[in-house]
């Protein structure tokens, strides 16, 4: 069993007072620190003392360790310091991103980084460790001047048991650093946890075949793109469960290509590009990459600009996009006729049991041109007011769209 030092060390000033003295194990002086010296006394039960310099309780040391970490970093002025489970301070330097790196490259499985703002000049790179970085929540700031932020994607053999939580990931100078690059990476049950990403380029980068991902509650604002996906591999079951997309100048989600079977999940999009790049953008522009199956479920979309479409460049529908499904999804329009959903080429998708706010305004759904097939807008709900209500345009082939529950 390990103990704190702080509180120990509290409860014996609390317990001796400022003046007290005690010798020959422990001495308290106003005005200085407390004193642990001596050997070990002949019976250790239930005592805090010094064994030659360490310090114990009982027959345990005091590490000063935080479980179930295997290292600790934290500011000390300019320095960032490197302390291991054991007490020793491994590393110091004002590189903070080069003592990460170190403590990665040394195999320490699980590091945590205290609160402050730490200066990354040089990528962390998790790509070829099984590392677990676990920070104080905002506090821990990752503060980048280069791309990525944080390197997650390999060129080899596929890699897992890798995560980053409770860390807040921030770009220098005006949306000009990347955040996080992903690639070839399998099966993290929780590769995200608590993360917040603030105006970087591109805040996720996915790529290079990755499947089986999970992020909790990753908060994205101010960014050019947020979560971007342009792999001619495979991408796929890239999953995200609630968290934010805010903000972003072009696309809050942009899954192009080969992405395949990924999830959003109680996500928060909103206010995101505009009306020529949309909240979420879904698209095939390069034959045979199929963009299909990514679902999007009890979702919150807001805005006063375009919010979903699926399209590309492919003159074939069976080319274009298909099967990706908005469900259940709540729309929260700000102007009159804002395009809530839009397909220009693909088949098959799927717009359903979506719910239109009732603030006043019209949601548009439309269904363009010869490219797109055979997609489904059905059981989709307003209030059936006159001035918020769902109007679907359709201009495409075989667009199944009854039921619909709207005015």
């Not at 010094?50 to 590490?63: A, E, H, P, V």
């Not at 609630?242 to 999830?263: Q, Y």
């Not at 055979?374 to 679907?392: F, M, P, Q, R, Y």
Request: hydrophobic share 40%; aromatic share 12%; proline share 2%.
């Amino acid at each position: 069993m390990r103990f704190s030092i702080f509180l120990l060390v509290a409860l014996a000033l609390l317990l001796a007072g400022a003046e007290a003295k005690y010798s020959p194990g422990l001495e308290i002086a106003s005005g200085a620190g407390i004193t642990f010296s001596g050997t070990a006394p002949a019976s250790t039960t239930g005592v805090l003392y010094s064994d030659s310099g360490t310090l114990k309780f009982g027959d345990s040391s005091i590490s000063g360790r935080i479980e179930p970490f295997e290292a600790q970093i934290l500011k000390d002025g300019a320095n960032t310091i490197l302390i291991a489970s054991n007490g020793t301070r491994m590393l110091s330097s004002t590189n903070s991103g080069g003592v990460i790196n170190w403590a990665i490259n040394h195999s320490y499985y699980s590091i945590y980084i205290h609160s402050g703002n730490y200066s990354i000049t040089e990528s962390l790179d998790l790509r070829a460790r099984k590392t677990h970085l676990h920070g104080a929540g905002k506090e821990t700031i990752f503060y980048g001047s280069i791309s990525p932020i944080v390197k997650i994607n390999n060129s080899g053999s596929y890699y897992n048991d890798v995560s980053l939580s409770n860390l807040f990931i921030k770009g220098a100078g005006d949306q000009a650093y990347d955040g996080v690059w992903i690639g070839r990476l399998a099966l993290n049950v929780k590769l995200m946890d608590s993360v917040w990403i603030e105006n970087c380029k591109y805040a996720i980068w996915i790529g290079d075949t990755s499947f089986g991902n999970d992020y909790y509650s990753v908060d994205i604002k101010d960014c050019y793109y947020g979560v971007y996906s342009n792999s001619t591999a495979l991408v796929t079951t890239q999953r995200f469960f609630g968290g934010s997309i805010r903000e972003c100048a072009r696309f809050g989600v942009r899954l192009r290509e080969t992405v395949v079977g990924n999830l959003f999940y109680g996500t928060i999009i909103e206010y995101n590009g505009d009306n020529t790049y949309p909240n979420v953008y879904i698209s095939c522009d390069t034959d045979p990459y199929l963009a299909q199956g990514n679902i999007f479920r009890d979702c919150w979309f807001e805005d006063d600009t375009m919010i979903f479409a699926i399209g590309g460049s492919q003159s074939n529908s069976w080319l274009g996009p298909g099967m990706n499904v908005v469900e259940g999804c709540h729309f929260a329009l700000v102007a009159d006729n804002v395009v809530a959903y839009r397909v220009n080429s693909g088949r098959r998708n799927v717009f359903k049991g979506n719910i239109l706010d009732r603030a006043g305004y019209k949601g548009l759904i439309e269904i363009l041109g010869a490219y797109a097939v055979s997609n489904i807008v059905v059981e989709n709900v307003d209030s059936g007011a006159a001035t918020e209500k769902w109007v679907l345009t359709d201009t495409a082939t075989s667009t199944i769209s009854t039921p619909n529950y709207w005015g």
